[in-house]
């Protein structure tokens, strides 16, 4: 929301006497100009690819249409079945989830690894039992949306940063690899939060009778002014649009999202689930988050949840398809459930159409104490709070050993999965869309038009940066925001304090740069 330098008339300008005033005034809006350099090409990208990532199902329904519907028929096939003709048709395929068809028009999606290592969604016609294709999920143009918007699709240079769970728990390592694309959208972000703070400072009015104008450009204004006042207008409305992005999408990041995460664990535990009979170890994946980083979306307050283990001596085991489960020792045979009796278990759980079941994972190296995981079952993600849980059966007999909803989140972790599904436009349905779309739209228009605004009052054949103010000094407010903000997003505090120390030490001292960034 950046305006510019000379033009200083009206509800834009400081209306305090002094030329402290105006000093601070010129300060905060090169710190809002510079902000919007930092953040704006990222939250730029954000927009573009978020819009995709909120029409995933439509966008995904229409480019893979032969494969995600089919033609509605009374007949089925068995969930079993089905995975038998998966893995006839692709040799060597790893079963990791399953995901059945959530109406009569949808295909069944197996979800795993193919012989040559490559995670892959195989669909077939729950109808026929025909398998209708495969494709690489990230593949697709909504796959490489999320890349970009979660780690500008390179996460191979890393670098190892200190971990919350590492100080304070036994066995969590210290220091964790981070990608360095994630410390940048980090960064950026806050840096957006710092753009959108500052604008709503610099255009607030401080002229009695002037509030109108935050909502009302002035169209008739020729030149640079008209470009202000719409820039102005648009930059109200989204500022606190932008606050909501950034707050509610800082949870998925690798470090900051980690950190929260453990914060969050640690203060308002999401409550335990009772276990039925029988109170066993964990499972051979010990966290629900462990089964995301496979491949499976599940909701981001369920992250830090332990996956329960099942009771190789559980009454009815062996019930199902008589599949060998590896490794039965002594006792009886260890035989999975059938698909087709965890999908009617989870159905009559109150499971939503659409969930998906996650196959266990069993850890039998030591034969005096082998575990054996359950299968994981997810309502939808993302979905609205009310339709959101997980259950958990016992892999031999398909029994229930564990049912968690929304209800058993700590306070943290739901208020925080609140912000995530409005983020991603399903928590209020339509409403929740139409207003991200909005935002993402707003943020366009905002590049727009700062863009224009440069360019109307750069001087020829220069950069046109704002120039730095002499001997300023912060409002102790502006200082307090500056230092809750870099307690609350570290990477952003550092980053903020090193160009601090370059625009005062490094560029003050070079000639060419004082004049670059407009110090006299």
Same mark, same amino acid.
């Given at each position: 929301?950046?305006?510019?330098?000379?033009?200083?008339?009206?509800?834009?300008?400081?209306?305090?006497?002094?030329?402290?005033?105006?000093?601070?005034?010129?300060?905060?809006?090169?710190?809002?100009?510079?902000?919007? $350099?930092?953040?704006?090409?990222?939250?730029?990208?954000?927009?573009?690819?978020?819009?995709?990532?909120?029409?995933?199902?439509?966008?995904?329904?229409?480019?893979?249409?032969?494969?995600?519907?089919?033609?509605?028929?009374?007949?089925?096939?068995?969930?079993?079945?089905?995975?038998?003709?998966?893995?006839?048709?692709?040799?060597?395929?790893?079963?990791?989830?399953?995901?059945?068809?959530?109406?009569?028009?949808?295909?069944?999606?197996?979800?795993?690894?193919?012989?040559?290592?490559?995670?892959?969604?195989?669909?077939?016609?729950?109808?026929?039992?025909?398998?209708?294709?495969?494709?690489?999920?990230?593949?697709?143009?909504?796959?490489?949306?999320?890349?970009?918007?979660?780690?500008?699709?390179?996460?191979?240079?890393?670098?190892?940063?200190? $971990?919350?769970?590492?100080?304070?728990?036994?066995?969590?390592?210290?220091?964790?690899?981070?990608?360095?694309?994630?410390?940048?959208?980090?960064?950026?972000?806050?840096?957006?939060?710092?753009?959108?703070?500052?604008?709503?400072?610099?255009?607030?009015?401080?002229?009695?009778?002037?509030?109108?104008?935050?909502?009302?450009? +002035?169209?008739?204004?020729?030149?640079?002014?008209?470009?202000?006042?719409?820039?102005?207008?648009?930059?109200?409305?989204?500022?606190?649009?932008?606050?909501?992005?950034?707050?509610?999408?800082?949870?998925?990041?690798?470090?900051?999202?980690?950190?929260?995460?453990?914060?969050?664990?640690?203060?308002?535990?999401?409550?335990?689930?009772?276990?039925?009979?029988?109170?066993?170890?964990?499972?051979?994946?010990?966290?629900?988050?462990?089964?995301? +980083?496979?491949?499976?979306?599940?909701?981001?307050?369920?992250?830090?949840?332990?996956?329960?283990?099942?009771?190789?001596?559980?009454?009815?085991?062996?019930?199902?398809?008589?599949?060998?489960?590896?490794?039965?020792?002594?006792?009886?045979?260890?035989?999975?459930?059938? /698909?087709? /009796?965890?999908?009617?278990?989870?159905?009559?759980?109150?499971?939503?159409?659409?969930?998906?079941?996650? $196959?266990?994972?069993?850890?039998?190296?030591?034969?005096?104490?082998?575990?054996?995981?359950?299968?994981?079952?997810?309502?939808?993600?993302?979905?609205?709070?009310?339709?959101?849980?997980?259950?958990?059966?016992?892999?031999?007999?398909? +029994?229930?050993?564990?049912?968690?909803?929304?209800?058993?989140?700590?306070?943290?972790?739901?208020?925080?999965?609140?912000?995530?599904?409005?983020?991603?436009?399903?928590?209020?349905?339509?409403?929740?869309?139409?207003?991200?779309?909005?935002?993402?739209?707003?943020?366009?228009?905002?590049?727009?038009?700062?863009?224009?605004?440069?360019?109307?009052?750069?001087?020829?054949?220069?950069?046109?940066?704002?120039?730095?103010?002499?001997?300023?000094?912060?409002?102790?407010?502006?200082?307090?925001?500056?230092?809750?903000?870099?307690?609350?997003?570290?990477?952003?505090?550092?980053?903020?304090?090193?160009?601090?120390?370059?625009?005062?030490?490094?560029?003050?001292?070079?000639?060419?740069?004082?004049?670059?960034?407009?110090?006299?």
């Amino acid at each position: 929301m950046g305006q510019t330098e000379d033009d200083t008339q009206g509800w834009e300008s400081p209306e305090q006497p002094g030329a402290q005033a105006s000093r601070r005034w010129r300060s905060l809006w090169r710190t809002h100009f510079y902000a919007g $350099m930092l953040s704006m090409p990222l939250l730029v990208l954000f927009a573009l690819t978020g819009l995709f990532i909120l029409y995933t199902q439509p966008i995904q329904d229409l480019f893979q249409d032969d494969w995600r519907t089919v033609p509605s028929s009374s007949r089925s096939v068995s969930l079993d079945d089905q995975r038998a003709e998966v893995e006839d048709a692709y040799d060597g395929f790893e079963i990791a989830s399953v995901t059945p068809p959530r109406d009569g028009e949808h295909s069944t999606v197996f979800s795993g690894t193919a012989a040559d290592g490559s995670f892959r969604d195989v669909f077939v016609d729950p109808h026929s039992g025909e398998v209708l294709g495969s494709s690489k999920p990230g593949d697709d143009i909504v796959g490489l949306a999320n890349r970009l918007h979660g780690f500008l699709n390179n996460e191979t240079v890393t670098v190892k940063l200190p $971990m919350l769970a590492g100080l304070l728990h036994d066995g969590e390592p210290i220091l964790a690899e981070v990608p360095v694309t994630e410390i940048a959208l980090e960064i950026a972000a806050v840096w957006g939060l710092t753009m959108a703070l500052t604008g709503v400072y610099l255009w607030w009015p401080r002229k009695r009778g002037t509030g109108k104008a935050l909502i009302k450009p +002035r169209l008739g204004k020729p030149g640079r002014a008209r470009w202000r006042d719409l820039h102005a207008v648009g930059g109200v409305l989204l500022a606190g649009l932008i606050v909501f992005f950034v707050m509610s999408g800082m949870p998925w990041s690798s470090y900051w999202g980690s950190n929260w995460a453990t914060v969050a664990t640690e203060v308002t535990p999401n409550e335990k689930p009772s276990f039925w009979e029988w109170e066993g170890p964990t499972s051979a994946v010990p966290t629900v988050g462990d089964l995301d +980083r496979v491949g499976n979306r599940i909701p981001w307050a369920t992250n830090q949840e332990e996956v329960p283990a099942s009771d190789p001596s559980s009454p009815h085991h062996g019930t199902g398809s008589g599949e060998e489960a590896a490794g039965g020792g002594d006792g009886p045979p260890t035989k999975l459930a059938s /698909l087709d /009796l965890i999908a009617t278990a989870a159905t009559d759980e109150g499971m939503k159409p659409g969930f998906t079941i996650n $196959m266990p994972a069993d850890v039998l190296e030591d034969p005096d104490e082998p575990r054996y995981g359950a299968f994981a079952v997810f309502n939808p993600w993302p979905g609205r709070m009310s339709n959101q849980g997980a259950l958990y059966l016992d892999q031999f007999s398909g +029994r229930t050993i564990a049912h968690s909803t929304a209800a058993t989140w700590g306070a943290l972790q739901w208020t925080t999965e609140l912000g995530v599904q409005t983020h991603m436009g399903t928590q209020f349905g339509v409403v929740s869309r139409i207003l991200m779309t909005a935002g993402c739209l707003l943020i366009l228009w905002m590049a727009t038009t700062a863009i224009v605004m440069w360019w109307k009052r750069r001087p020829s054949g220069k950069a046109g940066l704002p120039r730095r103010p002499n001997d300023v000094r912060t409002p102790k407010s502006v200082l307090v925001v500056a230092v809750v903000l870099g307690l609350l997003y570290p990477l952003w505090g550092i980053s903020a304090l090193l160009i601090l120390l370059a625009d005062r030490y490094v560029i003050r001292s070079v000639p060419p740069l004082r004049r670059a960034f407009g110090m006299r």
